[in-house]
């Protein structure tokens, strides 16, 4: 069974920048994706990218400031930049054995989560 781990998460400034991995243990499939929360909200569908499409998704919300990319077939990295309190949040990556997993980022494409790290933007 295919496992997400999560790291790279924690505490900065608002200005600061952090870059979020996701590791694999295995096939990830179509796509794979990184997802926010904040309790209460839903969960909201931040980056996604496909090895096998070549292709990429970013949220209008973080567009111009996080990047994703994959370092191989079994990791994925968030580098998110020129963070605000608003980007305070639980994040999560997850990865998409359906074909329409790019566009929109949408959470019900997604079958396999990891576990979330914490991310906190202090003012």
């Known amino acids: 069974q295919l496992r997400l781990v999560e790291s790279g998460g924690g505490s900065v400034q608002a200005g600061g920048s952090l870059k979020l991995t996701c590791a694999a243990s295995?096939?990830?499939?179509?796509?794979m994706g990184w997802f926010r929360q904040v309790p209460g909200k839903p969960r909201e569908g931040v980056a996604s990218?496909?090895?096998?499409?070549?292709?990429q998704s970013i949220a209008d919300s973080v567009k111009g400031r996080f990047t994703i990319s994959l370092d191989n077939d079994r990791t994925s990295s968030l580098q998110m930049n020129n963070l605000t309190p608003d980007d305070t949040a639980t994040y999560f990556c997850?990865?998409?054995?359906?074909?329409?997993?790019?566009?929109?980022?949408?959470?019900?494409?997604?079958?396999?989560w990891g576990k979330g790290t914490l991310v906190t933007v202090s003012s």
């Open positions: 997850a990865a998409s054995a359906y074909r329409d997993c790019v566009q929109p980022i949408r959470s019900e494409k997604y079958n396999v």
């Open positions: 295995g096939y990830i499939g179509y796509c």
């Open positions: 990218i496909s090895p096998h499409f070549g292709s």
